[in-house]
């Protein structure tokens, strides 16, 4: 099998079962961001290869899942309305996002102002993953098309976790958030 198919050309590329819809198509819009997110996450995670702390196997642990999870978010926002999606997110894998995000803010200095993003290379990655899943929620809420709420619901907790990551990485490696000068 080719890399290259020359389908897409002109313009157009291929949704799940096959129907070919613009490349500045809502939906690939949508899904081209969700990859934008997981590709962003594997550099920050990249970025921890040789760091040593407590807690970095767990964030690999996590990651891996939410990686496999935004293919199937991905998937998910390719399929046509009424058409069968074949990967599905449960409730559950948002419940297990939520439950991270709260063990690994309890370990957190506590936020009394905004902070700037930026730290180890890895939590700057972090942040940045985080305003890429932002924007892959809007662009997954523009979709006219009903869109499963748990996609919505599961790319809404992705930057939360995403923030909450970033802080967990540089707490544990030293960093110290730097926070906005008051005018």
Not at 8 to 17: A, E, Q, R, V
Not at 64 to 69: D, E, G, L
Not at 95 to 105: G, L
Not at 128 to 142: Q, W
């Amino acid at each position: 099998m080719k890399i290259y198919t020359k389908t897409g050309d002109k313009g157009t590329t291929s949704l799940i079962y096959g129907e070919r819809v613009a490349k500045t198509d809502v939906r690939v819009e949508a899904y081209g961001t969700c990859d934008e997110t997981n590709s962003m996450i594997g550099l920050a995670l990249s970025h921890l290869k040789k760091e040593n702390f407590q807690g970095k196997e767990i964030i690999e642990k996590v990651y891996h899942k939410i990686q496999t999870n935004l293919f199937h978010v991905g998937a998910e926002l390719a399929t046509p309305k009424g058409k069968e999606v074949k990967w599905k997110l449960a409730e559950a894998d948002i419940e297990e996002m939520e439950k991270q995000i709260d063990e690994w803010d309890a370990e957190l200095p506590t936020l009394t102002n905004f902070i700037l993003p930026g730290g180890h290379p890895a939590g700057a990655a972090f942040h940045v993953a985080r305003t890429i899943a932002r924007r892959a929620e809007r662009c997954a809420v523009a979709i006219e098309e009903d869109v499963n709420p748990l996609v919505l619901a599961f790319l809404n907790r992705l930057s939360d976790l995403l923030f909450v990551t970033a802080r967990y990485v540089n707490y544990q490696l030293g960093e110290n958030e730097q926070t906005l000068h008051s005018k």
